[in-house]
């Protein structure tokens, strides 16, 4: 078991999706302050099993940590606006939306600068063993980090603006009016074909303009982001893909392209 917490000034943050493992340590002062990796997954074994291989043999997660985030990358969340938000409640705000599981833990970020709440679930087996190993860790929904962090963007500029996330084979739409979020929702999408059909038709939806509003597109390593910037301006005046080098260049990670745009944003959050 990891000797988890004591008063250096290393964070470790750990990020869980659904086919793989990353992780990332932080220290201060150091002249490469960062150091990431992705972990080896045996795909004849569960991701739990995976973990706790990971656990057990790891480097990075035999040492101690002044503080240790997991981030969960997975579509199975939703948002509550925090006048309702109680937090007696959150497993039936989720089973409103997801079908009740034995085997899921259900967890919450409250999102004060956006006013909501989001409530997402993880694989209970997962939790645990992280809970094991890190007792004081703080579980994050990749949804949350993103939406404060482009809740903040969104404040550039005039007209509304939406942010298509791709990642880990899927898709994440986020839609904002001056800070204020419109929409965010995961959808499967391998092919750009597809990720073209759910953008243009949540854009329709949310009746945003074709001059005026503002598409931005940022991908993980070896997404065809490229290819989807293409297609889009032939419907869109304002399409960009998203510069990591000039969204990170004055905080921690300097847009280091290896960590994952959602790692990314915990990372310089501030959660």
Same mark, same amino acid.
């Given at each position: 078991?990891?000797?988890?917490?004591?008063?250096?000034?290393?964070?470790?943050?750990?990020?869980?999706?659904?086919?793989?493992?990353?992780?990332?340590?932080?220290?201060?002062?150091?002249?490469?302050?960062?150091?990431?990796?992705? /972990?080896?997954?045996?795909?004849?074994?569960?991701?739990?099993?995976?973990?706790?291989?990971?656990?057990?043999?790891?480097?990075?997660? +035999?040492?101690?940590?002044?503080?240790?985030?997991?981030?969960?990358?997975?579509?199975?969340?939703?948002?509550?606006?925090?006048?309702?938000?109680?937090?007696?409640?959150?497993?039936?705000?989720?089973?409103?939306?997801?079908?009740?599981?034995?085997?899921?833990?259900?967890?919450?970020?409250?999102?004060?600068?956006?006013?909501?709440? !989001?409530?997402?679930?993880?694989?209970?087996? !997962?939790?645990?063993?992280?809970?094991?190993?890190?007792?004081? /860790?703080?579980?994050?929904?990749?949804?949350?980090?993103?939406?404060?962090?482009?809740?903040?963007?969104?404040?550039?500029?005039?007209?509304?603006?939406?942010? /298509?996330?791709?990642?880990?084979?899927?898709?994440?739409?986020?839609?904002?009016?001056?800070?204020?979020?419109?929409?965010?929702?995961?959808?499967?999408?391998?092919?750009?074909?597809?990720?073209?059909?759910?953008?243009?038709?949540?854009?329709?939806?949310?009746?945003?303009? +074709?001059?005026?509003?503002?598409?931005?597109?940022?991908?993980?390593?070896?997404?065809?982001?490229?290819?989807?910037?293409?297609?889009?301006?032939?419907?869109?005046?304002?399409?960009? !893909?998203?510069?990591?080098?000039?969204?990170?260049?004055?905080?921690?990670?300097?847009?280091?392209?290896?960590?994952?745009?959602?790692?990314?944003?915990?990372?310089?959050?501030?959660?």
């Amino acid at each position: 078991m990891a000797e988890n917490m004591n008063n250096n000034n290393k964070s470790l943050s750990i990020r869980v999706c659904s086919n793989g493992l990353s992780f990332c340590t932080y220290a201060p002062g150091q002249e490469e302050p960062f150091e990431y990796k992705v /972990a080896d997954i045996n795909h004849t074994i569960s991701l739990a099993a995976n973990l706790k291989q990971a656990l057990l043999n790891e480097p990075m997660l +035999q040492q101690s940590y002044q503080r240790v985030n997991v981030l969960i990358a997975s579509p199975s969340f939703t948002t509550v606006p925090v006048a309702a938000f109680q937090k007696e409640d959150i497993e039936s705000f989720y089973n409103l939306v997801f079908p009740k599981e034995k085997s899921k833990h259900v967890s919450y970020n409250v999102l004060r600068r956006s006013g909501i709440a !989001i409530v997402f679930g993880l694989e209970r087996s !997962i939790y645990q063993l992280l809970l094991d190993d890190f007792p004081r /860790a703080r579980f994050y929904a990749a949804a949350s980090t993103l939406i404060e962090f482009f809740s903040e963007k969104s404040l550039i500029g005039n007209g509304k603006k939406m942010y /298509a996330y791709l990642h880990d084979k899927e898709m994440t739409i986020y839609a904002f009016e001056q800070g204020r979020m419109l929409f965010v929702n995961t959808f499967a999408a391998k092919a750009v074909a597809d990720m073209q059909y759910y953008i243009l038709h949540v854009w329709k939806e949310l009746g945003l303009d +074709q001059i005026d509003d503002s598409l931005f597109i940022v991908g993980d390593q070896q997404q065809p982001a490229a290819e989807l910037e293409e297609k889009l301006k032939y419907f869109l005046q304002h399409v960009d !893909i998203i510069d990591r080098s000039e969204d990170f260049k004055d905080r921690l990670t300097k847009g280091n392209c290896l960590i994952p745009y959602d790692l990314q944003t915990l990372l310089v959050c501030g959660f």
